[in-house]
């Protein structure tokens, strides 16, 4: 069986460049929205995602005040951190702030070229920021050292 991550484990996990699948309650009817997103996480702080306004998605976070976020590890030793939490901050962010998230996954000079891309298609991006409430982890690195 999978260990969970410690806190310091699973914060340092989820502070790595992963890409994210967000997941908010949906209209009734319909099942969550799930989705893939980039964000960004400091031990100890708040988990932030970038989007446009106006999205079914930012209305769907903006109505249920919540939302989760999971991301894993698939190469080598299967890990997953899941964060579920109430949204706490929502702002424009600027064109510093949006470039900093780029630059997580996109490698200089094309995260410049990305962000004002972004610029000029979809207008300025927000941040909505989480307060991890509820953690779900597991690493599978033990149970792969049992077995060899």
């Not at 914060?11 to 799930?34: D, I, M, Y």
């Not at 200089?108 to 972004?118: C, K, L, N, R, W």
């Amino acid at each position: 069986m999978a260990r969970k991550m410690t806190t310091e484990e699973r914060e340092a996990f989820l502070a790595e460049p992963r890409v994210g699948v967000l997941s908010v309650a949906a209209e009734p009817g319909r099942a969550p929205l799930t989705t893939p997103i980039w964000y960004r996480y400091e031990p100890g702080g708040d988990v932030l995602v970038m989007t446009s306004p106006g999205l079914r998605k930012t209305r769907l976070i903006e109505a249920a005040g919540r939302f989760s976020l999971c991301v894993q590890q698939q190469d080598g030793l299967y890990k997953y951190v899941s964060v579920e939490g109430p949204v706490v901050k929502t702002w424009p962010m600027t064109k510093a702030e949006r470039h900093a998230v780029a630059a997580r996954y996109l490698p200089p000079g094309i995260s410049e070229a990305y962000t004002d891309a972004m610029d000029e298609a979809h207008g300025n991006n927000i941040a909505i920021a989480m307060r991890p409430e509820r953690w779900n982890t597991a690493d599978f690195s033990d149970v792969a050292e049992r077995l060899s």
